[in-house]
């Protein structure tokens, strides 16, 4: 029995509405990953894995983006961004959190350390 574990069909919609309604943040970050503009990284915007949506996510190097505004830094938000990043981690995928502000004032320093986790 094969399980689908990316792009699970019934969060089609979901993903299509998140990528329609981007935050600033993502579409900056948007316009310098997509199209392997990133050490020709391929990146994949609004990807879901199991049941999550990924802000972001590099297949070659099992990497998630995450830019965070203000609800994950409640109680809950921060709760449930520990259990996504523990679930995403158990499936050897490595997270990387940005607050929104840190893209939009320092885009240099976000890929930066982006780039530093990449394997070669």
């Known amino acids: 029995m094969t399980t689908t574990l990316h792009s699970i069909t019934y969060l089609k919609e979901t ?3 998140l990528r329609r309604n981007m935050t600033e943040a993502e579409l900056v970050l948007w316009e310098v990953l997509k199209g392997k503009k990133l050490c020709g990284r391929k990146f994949r915007r609004q990807h879901s894995i199991g049941y999550y949506i990924a802000d972001f996510y590099c297949p070659s190097e099992k990497m998630v983006i ?4 203000q609800h994950h830094y409640t109680p809950e938000g921060i709760e449930k961004d520990l259990e996504r990043d523990k679930h995403l981690e158990l499936m050897n995928i490595k997270v990387l959190r940005f ?3 840190e893209v939009l004032n320092n885009l240099t320093a976000v890929l930066k350390a982006i780039k530093a986790h990449f394997k070669t």
Do not use: Q
């Open 99 to 101: 607050e929104n502000a």
């Open 66 to 69: 995450e830019l965070d505004g």
């Open 15 to 17: 993903r299509a509405h």
